[in-house]
């Protein structure tokens, strides 16, 4: 029998998570600056769960021997992967054993000393020092090559020492290191070549020895599947860690970007070595003035470009800059004072609906251009009868006194005061359209940006009509959720764009294809024509009548900052060849940065364009692990939303990608989501096909793989929770480990905050061959202990809220799993719904463990465990006074205690729960959490007398008072804020309250004119 995989028994989830949460934020050389693709997975977490889903735990029975000497070879040299002593929130049990399976997590991550320091002192620290240098997950890890060898080590004995059963860690690391070493030195051999790119006899030896090296080693690694690849951020970290890594995405445009990101770059973005006469054949003087700038001429007989990929496509994307702007370069004109134009600021104008104005307003929602703590920059209006003409102020308007003239599509006439009604003018977007109107440039100027009233000259030019070869066809698709643009006749791709941007990005098109039909047909050229349509979607994607101007960072921002598109009523107008941010040469640079960021790994992905779910693309059993990130359920609509891509991509990739891109739009039918519009609005339909998807593709799945299938899912709902479960289940698959690892948590959470998490649970689940039939009684009482230990070691390592309650799904999950039916005592069967119904009960129930007092006040504080003070579903609500609450909703809404806002709803503060009655919770008979804030409310005030009575009254004057256990609760699960400050004050106070309010009862039997004099509020604040 085989050991445990690590992530069944054990994760360094706070470690991960911090990284995963900084990973957010990094920008250069990011996977996300390569193309935008929506919920890409952060690449720590996806490092950390493939190596924690391929090592064996280190400490289980069946662990081989190599493995076990692996660890203690190479993991207990010295301190860096030495377990912590004692820091908060780290791990369950303070101090960390020293033992091998703890080494093995401290390398997955580990805090730096630094930041263990800091947590002790309840400090943050800087993000990028947080984890400690030997950790693997480490953003400046990921070209470690050092670091990165021990990694392939461990997993190359963790696997080869299963396979062959006899080899000893000595034996198993000589291989690797023979394996490895062919590699380094094929690739010396072959990028030391003079003109490679030739393709001669040696070369092409030299080539095909590395090839060979490559395959040789990574057939002795462990295969990787990723059968929802998207972004690829899974198959290359499989590929980062050595091994044969393979994913499959439906989507076309998700299938270029990860050949962009995990196969290209591996295979061509490696060194090559010109001749000075070869060199100049491929790039003339221009390509001297690139390596050499400032050198006239050619002085050394070789020049050795670091990275021939990054090479060419900046120096063919300058290319094109160069013939474009050459071309179309005067349709784009500087300011009047021979500034380069960033921007041209336009705004839709709705006519006023008044029958004897019909000005034609424009939809200004602020007059701000610029608005940040060291600049501001508005247009001030001059209204003349109804015509309407703009002046540049610099400083602040008097925004209470000058609304703007647009509220949320409502317009208000500036020169009459009638008010248009938003119908009204979405009427007119949809039958005549809404003109738009040059308000203003934004230009680069020596000191920032600067502002300026375009003059006739400008504008005249922004008003020519020009001929466009090329409009991008096909309708977009509403989403089940509501597309902003529908309502206002947006209804086409076509439609996103003004007919100078489709001139503009036509004649960038053109010239790409140029360039294309010129490149010799090969790999090389495939991928960096790739890379040209890449950049080409990024500046298509900046350059639409959608986009927006940040007035806070003076930035271009492009439409799809969500998963949909949202109406603009203004935006600016790119200028593709000013150079700076949003600009085409600007586009290029964040491409070269990613490609530049990942030419030290030799690994490639491979990838596959197709649905997945097919059992014959691999052979049985003969997948290592497969990790996999589904869609969320009905979150976002991947090939809907892809569109906007496909139908350019298509015209430049068509003739080299032909059966990719053979449809007109991105297939829709085989897509795993549970989208109601296309399924003619029927969500019990979109739910059956998304699960019925998902058990084919878990079940092909299964058939493939050999010992781990690893799953990420972030969506929260027990819905889709539901679903995930039964196609795990009905795989024949069940959940080992479940880990919640932060995605978006501030980074304060790691200097120690109780605050709500927000996070994406992985599920390891282990193909099994699932048992007969359970008891439902066995398995409950299995459930609740398990359950209860997950809550308990989650909550000590600083989880809460839906974080918790997940992972608690996933134990629950893994009890039932081992049967192939649970009935109860009737003999009908337990549902998945059920189960998950009694997971979340019996974690509210180890929650609320130990809490006393009243059913409010353990609403109150079960509530806050659970969810924090953040907005949540109504629905949820619910949920939580069904189980294992005496209470009804209704009375927790008439309580105050939630409170509600549409239809989502938040636990009210001591002031929104109280701060209306005067009486309230004053009394012995009060509810628990009532007498809390209300003396929370009185310490807020300063008001001495009324907390003394307070206290006095409900018995609060004793230390172990339920009143003063309830403080000490609030004080750990409260976030920052009043609320928080008023219970530190309460505790802070404690010993004199109490002994004061004795006192109160003593001498001052008319309590509430007690006078508490100066010193009482001094003490407060
Ligand atoms: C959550 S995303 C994966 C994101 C990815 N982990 C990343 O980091 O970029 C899910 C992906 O599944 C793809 N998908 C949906 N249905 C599919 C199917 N039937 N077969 C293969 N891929 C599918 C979508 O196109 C989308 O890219």
């Given at each position: 029998?085989?050991a445990?995989?690590?992530?069944?028994?054990a994760?360094?989830i706070?470690e991960?998570?911090?990284?995963?949460?900084?990973?957010?934020?990094?920008?250069?050389?990011?996977?996300?600056?390569?193309?935008?693709?929506?919920?890409?997975?952060?690449?720590?977490a996806?490092r950390?769960v493939?190596?924690?889903?391929?090592?064996q735990?280190?400490?289980?029975?069946?662990?081989?021997?190599?493995?076990?000497d692996?660890?203690?070879?190479?993991?207990?040299?010295?301190?860096?992967?030495?377990?912590?002593?004692d820091?908060?929130?780290?791990?369950?049990?303070?101090?960390?054993?020293?033992?091998?399976?703890n080494?093995?997590?401290m390398?997955?991550?580990?805090?730096?000393?630094?930041?263990?320091n800091?947590?002790?002192?309840?400090?943050?620290?800087a993000?990028?020092?947080?984890?400690?240098?030997?950790?693997?997950?480490k953003?400046?890890?990921?070209?470690?090559?050092?670091?990165?060898?021990?990694a392939?080590?461990?997993?190359?004995?963790?696997?080869?020492?299963?396979?062959?059963?006899?080899?000893?860690?000595?034996?198993l690391?000589?291989?690797?290191?023979?394996?490895y070493?062919?590699?380094?030195d094929?690739?010396?051999?072959?990028?030391?070549?003079?003109?490679?790119h030739?393709?001669?006899?040696?070369?092409?030896?030299?080539?095909?020895?590395?090839?060979?090296?490559?395959?040789?080693?990574?057939?002795?690694?462990?295969?990787?599947?990723?059968?929802?690849?998207?972004g690829?951020?899974?198959?290359?970290?499989?590929?980062?860690?050595?091994?044969m890594?393979?994913?499959?995405?439906?989507?076309?445009?998700?299938?270029?970007?990860e050949?962009?990101?995990?196969?290209?770059?591996?295979?061509?973005?490696?060194?090559?070595?010109?001749?000075a006469?070869?060199?100049?054949?491929?790039?003339g003087?221009?390509?001297?003035?690139?390596?050499?700038?400032?050198?006239?001429?050619?002085?050394?007989?070789?020049?050795?470009?670091?990275?021939r990929?990054?090479?060419?496509?900046?120096?063919?994307a300058?290319?094109i800059?160069?013939?474009t702007?050459?071309?179309?370069?005067?349709?784009?004109?500087?300011?009047s004072?021979?500034?380069k134009?960033?921007?041209?600021?336009w705004?839709?104008?709705?006519t006023?609906?008044?029958?004897?104005?019909?000005?034609?307003?424009?939809?200004?929602?602020?007059?701000?251009?610029?608005n940040?703590?060291?600049?501001?920059?508005y247009?001030?209006?001059?209204i003349?009868?109804?015509?309407?003409?703009?002046?540049?102020?610099?400083?602040?308007?008097?925004?209470?006194?000058?609304?703007?003239?647009?509220?949320?599509?409502?317009?208000?006439c500036?020169?009459?005061?009638?008010?248009?009604?938003v119908?009204?003018?979405?009427?007119?977007?949809?039958?005549?359209?809404?003109?738009?109107?040059?308000?203003?440039?934004?230009?680069?100027?020596?000191n920032?940006?600067?502002?300026?009233?375009?003059?006739?000259?400008?504008?005249?030019v922004?008003e020519?009509?020009?001929?466009?070869?090329?409009?991008?066809?096909?309708?977009?698709?509403?989403n089940?959720?509501?597309g902003?643009?529908?309502?206002?006749?947006?209804?086409?791709?076509?439609?996103?764009?003004?007919?100078?941007?489709?001139?503009?990005?036509?004649?960038?098109v053109?010239n790409?294809?140029e360039?294309?039909d010129s490149?010799?047909e090969?790999?090389?050229?495939?991928?960096?024509t790739?890379?040209?349509?890449?950049?080409l979607?990024?500046?298509?994607?900046i350059?639409?009548?959608?986009?927006?101007?940040?007035?806070?960072?003076?930035t271009?921002?492009h439409?799809?900052?969500?998963?949909?598109?949202?109406?603009?009523s203004?935006y600016?107008?790119?200028?593709?060849?000013s150079?700076?941010?949003?600009?085409?040469?600007?586009?290029?640079?964040?491409?070269?940065?990613?490609?530049?960021?990942?030419?030290?790994?030799?690994?490639?992905?491979y990838?596959?364009?197709?649905?997945?779910?097919?059992?014959?693309?691999?052979?049985?059993?003969?997948?290592?692990?497969?990790i996999?990130?589904?869609?969320?359920?009905?979150?976002?609509?991947?090939?809907?939303?892809?569109?906007?891509?496909y139908?350019w991509?298509?015209?430049?990739?068509?003739?080299l990608?032909?059966?990719?891109?053979s449809t007109?739009?991105?297939?829709?039918?085989?897509?795993?989501?549970?989208?109601?519009?296309?399924?003619?609005?029927?969500?019990?339909?979109?739910?059956?096909?998304?699960e019925?998807?998902?058990?084919?593709i878990f079940d092909a799945?299964?058939?493939?793989?050999?010992?781990?299938?690893?799953?990420?899912?972030?969506?929260q709902?027990t819905?889709?929770?539901?679903?995930?479960?039964?196609?795990i289940?009905?795989?024949?698959?069940?959940?080992?480990?479940s880990?919640?690892i932060?995605?978006?948590?501030?980074?304060?959470?790691v200097?120690l905050s109780?605050?709500?998490?927000e996070?994406?649970?992985?599920?390891?689940?282990?193909?099994?061959?699932?048992?007969?039939?359970?008891?439902?009684?066995?398995?409950?009482?299995?459930i609740?202990?398990?359950?209860?230990?997950?809550?308990?070691?989650?909550?000590?390592?600083g989880?809460?809220?839906?974080?918790?309650?997940?992972?608690?799904?996933?134990?629950?999950?893994?009890?039932?799993?081992?049967?192939?039916?649970?009935?109860?005592?009737?003999?009908?069967e337990v549902?998945?719904?059920?189960?998950?119904?009694?997971?979340?009960?019996?974690?509210?129930n180890?929650?609320?463990k130990?809490?006393?007092?009243?059913?409010?006040?353990?609403?109150?504080l079960g509530?806050?465990?659970?969810?924090?003070?953040?907005?949540?579903?109504?629905?949820?609500?619910?949920?939580?006074?069904?189980?294992?609450?005496?209470?009804?909703?209704?009375e927790?809404?008439?309580?105050?205690?939630?409170?509600?806002?549409?239809?989502?709803?938040?636990?009210?503060t001591?002031?929104?729960?109280?701060?209306?009655?005067?009486?309230?919770?004053?009394r012995?008979?009060?509810s628990l959490?009532?007498?809390?804030?209300?003396?929370?409310?009185?310490?807020?005030?300063?008001?001495?007398?009324?907390?003394l009575a307070?206290?006095?009254?409900?018995?609060?004057?004793?230390?172990?008072a339920?009143?003063?256990?309830?403080?000490?609760?609030?004080?750990?699960?409260?976030?920052?804020?009043?609320?928080l400050?008023?219970?530190?004050?309460?505790?802070?106070?404690?010993?004199?309250?109490?002994q004061?309010s004795?006192?109160?009862?003593?001498?001052?039997?008319?309590q509430?004119?007690?006078?508490?004099g100066?010193?009482?509020?001094?003490?407060?604040?």
């Amino acid at each position: 029998m085989k050991a445990k995989r690590l992530i069944e028994v054990a994760m360094p989830i706070k470690e991960i998570s911090a990284e995963s949460v900084r990973d957010k934020s990094i920008r250069q050389g990011h996977i996300s600056t390569l193309h935008l693709w929506w919920a890409r997975r952060p690449l720590p977490a996806c490092r950390g769960v493939v190596f924690g889903s391929l090592v064996q735990d280190p400490l289980d029975v069946n662990c081989t021997m190599a493995f076990k000497d692996a660890v203690k070879d190479i993991l207990y040299k010295g301190s860096m992967y030495k377990p912590y002593a004692d820091i908060p929130y780290t791990a369950a049990v303070d101090p960390m054993e020293d033992n091998p399976r703890n080494r093995l997590m401290m390398f997955i991550g580990k805090f730096s000393d630094e930041c263990q320091n800091n947590m002790r002192a309840e400090k943050s620290t800087a993000p990028a020092n947080q984890l400690s240098n030997g950790s693997l997950v480490k953003w400046e890890n990921k070209n470690n090559q050092e670091l990165l060898r021990t990694a392939r080590l461990l997993i190359w004995v963790s696997f080869n020492s299963e396979r062959l059963p006899g080899c000893s860690y000595i034996d198993l690391k000589d291989s690797f290191d023979l394996a490895y070493d062919r590699i380094l030195d094929a690739q010396k051999n072959l990028y030391s070549i003079i003109d490679r790119h030739l393709e001669n006899d040696k070369s092409k030896r030299a080539e095909a020895e590395l090839k060979e090296a490559i395959e040789l080693f990574q057939s002795q690694m462990p295969t990787v599947f990723d059968p929802f690849s998207g972004g690829g951020a899974i198959p290359i970290e499989a590929a980062r860690l050595g091994c044969m890594s393979y994913g499959n995405d439906i989507n076309p445009v998700a299938h270029i970007i990860e050949k962009a990101s995990a196969e290209f770059p591996q295979k061509y973005a490696k060194p090559v070595r010109y001749s000075a006469k070869e060199f100049r054949k491929l790039y003339g003087d221009k390509g001297l003035k690139i390596v050499h700038p400032g050198q006239e001429m050619f002085k050394e007989s070789t020049i050795d470009i670091e990275n021939r990929l990054a090479f060419d496509i900046e120096y063919y994307a300058k290319s094109i800059i160069e013939k474009t702007e050459h071309e179309i370069g005067h349709l784009y004109p500087g300011d009047s004072r021979g500034n380069k134009a960033v921007a041209y600021y336009w705004v839709r104008t709705a006519t006023c609906s008044n029958p004897s104005c019909r000005a034609k307003i424009p939809m200004l929602k602020t007059f701000y251009l610029v608005n940040t703590s060291k600049k501001s920059v508005y247009i001030h209006p001059i209204i003349k009868g109804t015509s309407i003409e703009f002046e540049i102020q610099n400083g602040h308007y008097d925004e209470l006194a000058n609304h703007g003239w647009n509220n949320r599509g409502t317009v208000t006439c500036p020169c009459c005061g009638s008010v248009t009604d938003v119908e009204t003018v979405k009427r007119e977007s949809t039958t005549t359209g809404l003109k738009a109107r040059l308000i203003a440039m934004i230009s680069d100027g020596s000191n920032g940006k600067v502002y300026s009233i375009p003059d006739e000259k400008v504008r005249k030019v922004l008003e020519q009509k020009q001929e466009v070869s090329f409009v991008p066809s096909g309708n977009m698709t509403r989403n089940s959720n509501g597309g902003d643009t529908f309502p206002w006749g947006f209804t086409q791709w076509s439609q996103l764009f003004t007919n100078r941007q489709l001139f503009t990005l036509n004649k960038f098109v053109e010239n790409l294809e140029e360039l294309r039909d010129s490149f010799p047909e090969n790999g090389y050229y495939k991928a960096l024509t790739t890379y040209l349509a890449l950049w080409l979607d990024r500046i298509i994607l900046i350059n639409t009548s959608f986009c927006r101007y940040n007035i806070r960072r003076e930035t271009l921002e492009h439409m799809y900052s969500r998963q949909a598109i949202a109406m603009t009523s203004d935006y600016p107008e790119c200028n593709p060849f000013s150079g700076s941010a949003g600009s085409a040469l600007n586009q290029l640079s964040w491409l070269l940065d990613y490609v530049n960021g990942e030419q030290n790994n030799p690994f490639p992905a491979y990838f596959n364009n197709a649905s997945s779910g097919e059992r014959t693309q691999f052979p049985e059993k003969s997948i290592a692990a497969s990790i996999t990130d589904p869609p969320y359920y009905d979150a976002i609509a991947y090939a809907d939303i892809s569109d906007f891509f496909y139908v350019w991509l298509k015209r430049v990739l068509a003739p080299l990608y032909p059966l990719n891109f053979s449809t007109p739009l991105t297939p829709k039918a085989e897509e795993c989501t549970a989208l109601k519009h296309h399924h003619n609005g029927d969500e019990n339909a979109a739910n059956h096909h998304f699960e019925n998807k998902l058990t084919q593709i878990f079940d092909a799945i299964e058939y493939q793989t050999t010992d781990i299938v690893s799953i990420m899912f972030a969506h929260q709902s027990t819905q889709a929770w539901t679903t995930l479960c039964n196609s795990i289940l009905e795989a024949r698959m069940n959940i080992t480990g479940s880990w919640p690892i932060d995605t978006e948590m501030a980074s304060r959470t790691v200097a120690l905050s109780g605050g709500a998490l927000e996070s994406s649970v992985t599920v390891a689940c282990r193909p099994s061959e699932r048992k007969g039939f359970g008891d439902y009684k066995d398995v409950k009482k299995a459930i609740l202990v398990k359950v209860e230990n997950e809550v308990n070691s989650l909550y000590a390592l600083g989880f809460r809220g839906a974080d918790l309650l997940t992972a608690c799904f996933g134990q629950a999950v893994s009890e039932f799993g081992k049967y192939k039916l649970v009935e109860k005592a009737d003999g009908s069967e337990v549902t998945i719904a059920e189960l998950l119904d009694m997971a979340r009960t019996s974690a509210f129930n180890a929650l609320l463990k130990g809490v006393q007092g009243d059913e409010f006040t353990r609403f109150y504080l079960g509530w806050l465990q659970m969810n924090g003070m953040g907005e949540t579903d109504f629905d949820d609500a619910t949920k939580f006074t069904r189980v294992g609450m005496q209470v009804d909703v209704s009375e927790i809404f008439a309580q105050r205690l939630l409170i509600r806002n549409g239809n989502k709803q938040h636990l009210a503060t001591a002031a929104e729960h109280l701060g209306h009655t005067s009486t309230q919770g004053t009394r012995a008979e009060d509810s628990l959490i009532d007498q809390v804030h209300r003396a929370m409310l009185a310490y807020e005030k300063g008001d001495r007398h009324v907390l003394l009575a307070l206290l006095n009254n409900v018995g609060a004057d004793d230390q172990n008072a339920p009143f003063w256990r309830l403080v000490a609760s609030l004080k750990e699960l409260l976030p920052d804020g009043k609320d928080l400050k008023a219970i530190e004050g309460l505790m802070g106070n404690s010993d004199n309250l109490r002994q004061e309010s004795r006192e109160v009862d003593q001498h001052q039997p008319e309590q509430m004119t007690f006078d508490f004099g100066n010193d009482f509020n001094s003490d407060f604040k």
